[in-house]
């Protein structure tokens, strides 16, 4: 087809220009869609929580502990079908650098959670080992744990170096569950916090409510905060997924920050690709021109500069978009701090979305130019 | 078609101007001030003739040139071509009516250098219904006419300047317009060059009846024209008359 044969060698007429603009196109099409992808693996946690379970805090944060003991008052509200807790552990793996989420739990913690699928021998293994810890299969494989390996970890938020030995390695039910984490027993914390400083045992972190009816999640929360309203420690109680998202929502401004310099990265792109269209346009006002006396319209002029604008676009953007998953799975490799980082296809349709914005944008002002030259004035540009 | 009025018309048709100019006048506006470009012209130019615009620099002659082949609109005036009053006609119609009825050459040729000789003659055909073989036959056909069949996939910078003026004159002629307007076509040439490309204007002009205005301000090249129209702070000096009497000296 003729016009976009003219398109083709327009766009390449200077190969170094065009290139350099393909290759900006291309990276920033790259940062765009893992930047994106950052933002999901953050909020991946929290969509693949559970709606039949409910969480219960401290109303006041999450740095404050409550009474064990209400647990027996949590199950007594309608609809509650288990209670487990929880305390956060905080301890560290050799290095700072090696964090990993570490859990205190209850004995029933595994009921709570099916999405962690342990074998039955270790389980009672785990059970039968006071000192026992369980650990993710991701976690296990980041490290090299083994059943049966020795785990120290040395407290930060509780002092002292525990030592653990791995009793077994839990699976997800699916791929996309994390389970780059460790949990061992709340009693054997609890034990030894009692003999170290006894003012601050027999506190949970969280309880974790398993309920048979979705639809009554509403209801039971309530009824859980009224148990323990205007008490020394009031409740909060939410699903899971409002737990977690309240979790994000403390980096609500690091991953507002993160989306902007995504859309920043788009922004400058669609600069430098209008200044190129601006002075390739600017170069050939005087062929537009003549195409302009031959006959040709000024849409036929507004569709070289926007064809040309847009197969730029598509190939920096397309290239782009090709090398942003292998790029996410080294991300992943390398950083390995999100256990799900996958492009998903809402981010591949926001990445051809502002490749093709960037095309349309950058040949507005040069295509209406083009179209709008007045044939002499143009002709004149020359000489 | 009966038979009287048929003459009678083909009489009128002979007879009449290819190009009817009746004062025309064109001015330019430089910031708020209005500058005067063109005031009061008239002139006829007939079929089949070969007139050179001759005048100093500035003096208005392509604002004629481009008057006349509808690249520009006048102020005021009369300007009808093959009968058609082309000022009142839309941009849109106006650009159809160039592209069946005006061929352009240029001073610096102005060809599309990302296209070939070939793609470049072609060009203007792309707005007419022919399929691409007869596209084909036609270019091939020109190119061959100017002398440049053996260049056809050769790209503008691989021509030298008279190879590419005559790309530019195939150009011109492919879609066989009305008229050929050019604008100081030998002025980027050197003389060799330049006898060349007026040798092949004189030849569409006599040969296949092609009627030629060609602005220059270059006596020798108007020499190649059998009328000269001089102009002077956009004004005509020397109207031609009839045929012969303001003939040019033949070329030194
Ligand atoms: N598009 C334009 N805008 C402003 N002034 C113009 C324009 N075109 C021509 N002129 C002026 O009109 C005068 C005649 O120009 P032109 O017809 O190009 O002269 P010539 O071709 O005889 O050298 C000059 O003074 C020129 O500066
Ligand atoms: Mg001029």
Known sequence: MFPLNLILRNAFRHRLRTLLTITGLMIAVLAYGLLQTVVDAWYAGAAASSSTRLVTRSSISLAFFLPVSYSQRIRGVEGVKTVGHSNWFGGIYQEPKNFFPQFAVSDNYLDLYPEFVLPAEERSAWQRDR???????QLAEQYGFKVGDPLPLKGTIYSGTWEFTVRGIFDGSDASKVTRLAMFHWDYLNESVRKTSPRRADVAG???IGIDNIDSAAAIARNVDAQFANSLAETLTESEQAFQLSFVAMSDQIIAAIRAVSYVVIAIIMAVMANTMAMSARERISEYATLKALGFGPWFLALLIAGESLLISLIGGGIGMAITAPAAAAFKQAAGIFPIFAVSEDTMAAQAACALAVALVAAVVPAVRAARVRIVDGLRAIG | MEELPGRKSEKTAATEALVKI????????RGDQ?????????LDIMPGDFTALMGPSGSGKSTLLNLIAGIDKPDSGELRV??????????????????????????FYNLMPVLTAFENVELPLMLTGLSRSERRARVELTLDAVGLSDRLQHYPNELSGGQQQRVAIARAIVTDPTLLVA?????????????????????????????IIMVTHDANAAHAARKIIHLDKGEILAQPGDKGEILPEPPS
């Not at chain 2, 009746?22 to 506006?29: E, N």
């Not at chain 2, 058609?84 to 050459?105: C, H, K, M, P, Q």
Request: hydrophobic share 50%; charged share 25%; proline share 2%.
């Open chain 1, 131 to 137: 000192k026992g810890i369980l650990v993710g299969r």
């Open chain 1, 206 to 208: 969280v309880f974790i």
């Open chain 2, 34 to 42: 209005v500058v005067p470009v063109l005031s009061d012209i008239s």
């Open chain 2, 183 to 211: 604008d100081e076509p030998t002025g980027d040439l050197d003389r060799v060059s330049a006898a060349d490309v007026l040798a092949m204007m004189q030849r569409l002009n006599a040969e296949l009846g092609k009627t």
């Open chain 2, 22 to 29: 009746r004062g025309l006048a064109k001015s330019y506006r």
């Open chain 2, 82 to 107: 093959a009968g058609i009053d082309i000022t009142a006609l839309g941009e849109s119609e106006l650009a159809d009516w160039r592209a069946a009825n005006v061929g352009f050459i240029f001073q």
